[in-house]
């Protein structure tokens, strides 16, 4: 395997033949994905942080009051790209001693909303590090 870090700014394609497949956490960074893809987040007056969470508000208060050592996991859904998709990398996350939070970035590329023709959205969503290093993104 041959290491190589991308940089902010950097393109990378879906390679061709792969579609890819990854978790997309409900979590208010990725909502122009959710609504890309027609399944948007609930409106924000009607949610709390505690919503974003498997277990809601008693898993995040179990955390904080030291009952469990993890936090609870953020819900998801699965989405996958078609081959061929090209996407920016617009951010790297990576902290020491807190890999459940390492993520990448990205924009994807000349994405149209629904119900607007020809309209290009920016559509920015983050993924855990685990599932962009799955072996179906290709640098360009």
Known sequence: MILCM???GQKVRVLDG???TFKLYQEHRNQSLYEHIGKPLLPEHRRSYYDDYVGGRKAIE?????????PPPLKSI???LPAGSIL???????R???GEFDSITF???????PGKKGALARVRFWVKLDDVNDG???LL
């Open 18 to 20: 792969l579609d890819w």
């Open 78 to 80: 699965e989405v996958t």
């Open 136 to 138: 179906k993104l290709e």
């Open 6 to 8: 991308p940089t902010v």
């Open 62 to 70: 179990d955390f904080h009051a030291g009952k469990t050592d993890q």
């Open 107 to 113: 924009i994807l590329n000349g994405a149209k909303l």
């Open 96 to 98: 020491k001693g807190a």
């Open 88 to 94: 920016t990398i617009d951010r790297i996350y990576l």
